[in-house]
């Protein structure tokens, strides 16, 4: 029974080894290689990442435009359909001979205050969508500056031929885009 105690002893946990469980380092080959070659596949995922970001951004706008529209439809039509109720309610119950005008006043405050509400709940609504549209109209800015970033960094980096075919994928300035095409063209026709 000591003998099995002492052979679990030996072995190592590899987690709390000197090292700390890190990756091994790699050799000088293969960084040279992964400097030389890999750099493309850093850029196209990242354009790629930028890219779907960018989608995502366009998406979130898109749906809370729709989403928008439909809540304010339904503020304009509640805020009418309240309104008919509170001025029947108010022409109902104001037809009695013997109520003074403060009691009058106090039964048609609900058909002006009910205009009023609905006028602040739209425009906080609207301030409130416009705030969230302009917070993501900053952000496709900042991505699109990104990518436009990645794209120059790119252009300088890497072979020009091979940048043409990323640059097509990813740029919208159609000016590049075809500028692309014509190089990309001259070079296979030549």
């Not at 952000?139 to 990323?166: G, M, V």
């Amino acid at each position: 029974m000591v003998v099995e105690e002492t052979d679990t002893a030996a072995v190592v946990d590899p987690s709390k080894s000197s090292k700390g469980g890190k990756q091994p380092r790699r050799g000088v080959v293969s960084r040279l290689w992964r400097g030389i070659f890999g750099a493309d596949d850093d850029y196209q995922k990242k354009l790629e990442h930028l890219s779907k970001e960018e989608a995502s951004v366009h998406a979130r706008l898109k749906r809370r435009a729709k989403s928008s529209r439909k809540m304010t439809r339904n503020i304009i039509v509640s805020s009418v359909i309240l309104e008919v109720v509170a001025v029947t309610c108010a022409i109902i119950t104001t037809r009695s001979e013997h109520l003074d005008w403060k009691m009058r006043a106090i039964r048609v405050l609900p058909m002006f205050v009910l205009p009023g509400l609905s006028t602040i709940i739209y425009s906080a609504l609207v301030s409130f969508t416009r705030m969230l549209d302009d917070k993501d109209q900053k952000t496709l800015e900042r991505l699109r500056a990104e990518r436009q970033a990645k794209i120059d960094e790119l252009k300088e980096k890497t072979n020009y031929y091979n940048t043409q075919q990323l640059i097509q994928r990813y740029d919208l300035d159609p000016a590049a885009k075809a500028a692309a095409a014509t190089v990309l063209a001259f070079f296979w026709a030549a």
